[in-house]
């Protein structure tokens, strides 16, 4: 299909939009998103804007959908969505929509695009079905001011330069500052520069959202550099997929999260998200905390740490894809070596090819995953996105709803859809979404409580979501009947 068809169609569908006038949803059961129990409403949606909740009666002039036996909720907010490089090939996105997210914000984990406002002016041009935000990555600004000399702290000439990058990002229209201290280019940044450049985000009202310097055995150290980065930067937290992700850290999460209440009680605005899965998906490298990936006893000790070398298989393997889809054990096994020698000879033949492998760690455990989730302060995100190597790319949402609400009765279901919609939107400071009142904006998702599960497996992980059966966008249809309409009233936001 040509690029002026595409054009013509999503243009016919606004003016289609607009020309059918006001639609009622009828006879939902309405999860308004505060976490308010579930009540029986109807809503009218004009433009893109909701206009009447309650008990009216349609008018002639309604357009009416019957939502008898379902539920109405917010759209969900998925506040930490790697779905940056898929947007410019897939606008629709089907696997986010159908999974009932509206808005995704971009660029976590201290990588997003640059410069921000060139790349917000591309999506403005070529909008998605969904709306987005994007965060400014610290690593991002690193490598843009240290360049290949970014294995050591930086000097103080070289933090104000970050700095005064991550200011120009946020005037461009970056909602936040992202950091990924686990990773190789910022995990040479000392707590300094991390304040700093906090500090340059907090002055534009951005807040800091991390995935900590580490996530395994030092995770309660990371936890106590994290909300010292809060209180001396005086900006927000955004604790990403918190998780405990070693052996010598599972069952912990009760002490975690009195480190966090303290933390909270003494004024720290501390939020986090978590993703519904007890594996995690990241570079083979991240593995080994102390970078000595041909090092048998530090391979060794890193297999032992995440459960053993039947906890970690390949997903994405350029120099070998055949490898994909096995466990480390697996393959050690059928080439008659080690664990520990079949984990140096991928990161040898990554390394030779320019390239890591990409892998999936079982590695955390569901009492832990349980206790994040009934926390109050803790929302739903997918750490997923477009073409992710991951279930949870396709499937967070849904599977929330279907897994934990609905089979293990972990949380209600008004309660789940608020650490979907109200609960992103108060990190983000927005008070007309995330929410279903008079005068919010209509970002609306219809589904059916008995059935909404997820169908996304690690080998395939892009399966759709079922049970979200509507899903609108700005006062536009997006999903309807197991597929995209095709329209595209995604906007950037906040502006
Ligand atoms: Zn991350």
């Given at each position: 299909m040509s690029w002026i068809r595409i054009a013509l169609l999503v243009g016919c569908w606004s003016v289609a939009g607009a020309a059918t006038g006001p639609v009622v949803i009828a006879n939902a059961q309405l999860a308004d998103g505060t976490g308010a129990a579930l009540r029986k409403a109807n809503i009218r949606v004009e433009g893109d804007r909701i206009t009447a909740v309650g008990q009216f009666a349609p008018t002639a002039a309604d357009h009416v959908i019957d939502a008898a036996g379902l539920v109405l909720a917010p759209g969900f907010i998925d506040i930490h969505n790697h779905s940056d490089g898929g947007l410019e090939k897939q606008p629709l996105a089907p696997t986010q929509i159908s999974q009932g997210i509206t808005t995704i914000i971009l660029g976590p984990d201290g990588s997003s695009p640059w410069p921000v406002g060139a790349w917000l002016e591309q999506r403005r041009r070529n909008p998605a079905s969904l709306n987005l935000a994007v965060m400014v990555g610290h690593a991002t600004v690193r490598e843009q001011v240290m360049g290949a000399d970014y294995k050591r702290t930086a000097r103080p000439a070289e933090i104000a330069a970050m700095a005064k990058l991550v200011e120009q990002a946020m005037g461009e229209g970056a909602i936040g500052l992202s950091s990924g201290v686990e990773y190789d280019v910022a995990s040479y940044s000392n707590t300094d520069e991390l304040v700093a450049v906090a500090a340059a985000a907090a002055k534009h009202g951005g807040f800091y959202m991390t995935h900590i310097r580490d996530e395994a055995d030092k995770s309660f150290e990371a936890l106590d550099e994290e909300i010292a980065i809060g209180e001396r930067a005086h900006i927000p937290v955004e604790h990403s997929h918190i998780k405990l992700g070693t052996v010598k850290v599972w069952g912990r999460a009760p002490a975690y999260i009195r480190v966090i209440e303290a933390a909270r009680q003494r004024g720290v605005d501390f939020l986090a998200d978590c993703y519904p899965y007890n594996a995690w998906n990241s570079n083979?490298?991240?593995?080994?905390p102390d970078k000595q990936y041909e090092n048998p006893a530090s391979v060794a000790r890193a297999l032992a740490d995440v459960g053993g070398a039947n906890h970690v298989t390949i997903v994405g393997f350029t120099p070998e894809p055949s490898y994909n889809g096995h466990t480390l054990e697996d393959l050690a096994h059928s080439a008659g070596v080690s664990p520990v020698e079949m984990f140096i000879q991928i990161i040898r033949k990554g390394d030779a090819a320019g390239t890591e492998a990409i892998v999936i760690c079982q590695s955390m455990t569901e009492p832990d995953i349980k206790a994040f989730y009934q926390q109050p302060w803790v929302m739903v995100a997918s750490d997923g996105g477009i073409d992710?190597?991951?279930p949870r790319g396709a499937g967070t949402f849904p599977r929330v709803l279907g897994q934990y609400v609905r089979e293990k009765k972990w949380l209600e279901l008004p309660e789940a859809v608020r650490k979907m919609t109200s609960l992103p939107a108060k990190r983000l400071g927005w008070t007309d979404r995330g929410i279903v009142r008079p005068g919010a904006i209509a970002d609306l998702v219809l589904f059916n409580p008995k059935t909404v599960r997820d169908r996304a497996t690690f080998l395939h992980p892009e399966t759709v979501s079922e049970g979200i059966e509507t899903v609108f966008v700005n006062g536009v249809q997006v999903w309807s009947g197991g597929k995209p309409t095709g329209a595209r009233p995604g906007r950037v936001l906040p502006k």
């Open positions: 083979i490298k991240v593995l080994v992710a190597q991951h």
